[in-house]
């Protein structure tokens, strides 16, 4: 059991790539959640899904896309990369209704 | 979705009880209060959840008074591997409505 699986762990792009942030939870958690930690702050929320096939925008949607195809994974794409991008991101799943989320081990991106 | 509101920042030595309160003013019927921990350069874990009165597990308590417009987290007797950050959430049970919502937190240091 690997619980919550983020990759890559570090990624350095310029300024108007794209590239999508990969997640995946072997529990079988129908609620997944992607957050944004910039540093000395708290996690914002930016998309997040209540089952395969259902997401819903967050606190900072703007930039970013999902999608949930299946139950396990629940990939985070950047569109066009900005320096303001540069951030910590965070997975995590929960069975959904309940709050005891499971996070993954974090991306550490840089926008340059 | 209830805003949060807790210190900043606390200090204690080892052996001590910390208690964080968390405000919560506009709580609503169906919000839970939920308590995660972070420690630097991970993502945060599930501390201690509940909806009324006293929560107890082996990590911390949980103390809700009867208006349930703040919380309070005890952490019995800290250690220097308690030194984190603590987040409070609020949160509505909703299925479809379920988001979750970090402030913060609070960055509690202990000394030895």
């Known amino acids: 059991n690997a619980g919550v699986t983020q990759t890559p762990k570090f990624q350095v792009l310029k300024t108007g790539q794209s590239m999508t942030l990969q997640c995946a939870q072997d529990m079988n958690h129908e609620y997944m959640s992607w957050y944004r930690q910039d540093p000395g702050m708290g996690l914002r929320l930016i998309h997040y899904s209540v089952g395969a096939g259902i997401t819903d925008q967050g606190e900072v949607p703007n930039g970013y896309n999902v999608s949930r195809s299946t139950t396990e994974d629940f990939p985070l794409r950047l569109l066009s990369a900005a320096p303001s991008q540069t951030s910590v991101y965070f997975c995590a799943s929960s069975y959904g209704r309940r709050y005891e989320q499971y996070f993954g081990p974090g991306t550490r991106l840089t926008v340059t | 979705l209830a805003k949060t509101t807790q210190p900043i920042s606390m200090d204690s030595y080892e052996g001590q009880e910390v208690n964080i309160t968390c405000s919560h003013n506009n709580i609503a019927t169906n919000d839970y209060i939920t308590w995660y921990q972070q420690f630097p350069s991970q993502g945060p874990r599930f501390i201690i959840q509940?909806?009324?009165t006293k929560v107890t597990n082996e990590v911390a308590s949980l103390f809700i008074p009867a208006d349930r417009k703040s919380s309070t987290l005890s952490l019995p007797r800290v250690s220097l591997s308690d030194t984190a950050v603590y987040y409070c959430?609020?949160?509505?049970?909703?299925?479809?409505?379920?988001?979750?919502?970090f402030g913060t937190g609070t960055r509690l240091q202990v000394f030895p």
């Open positions: 509940g909806y009324k």
């Open positions: 959430l609020v949160g509505d049970v909703s299925y479809n409505t379920d988001k979750l919502i």
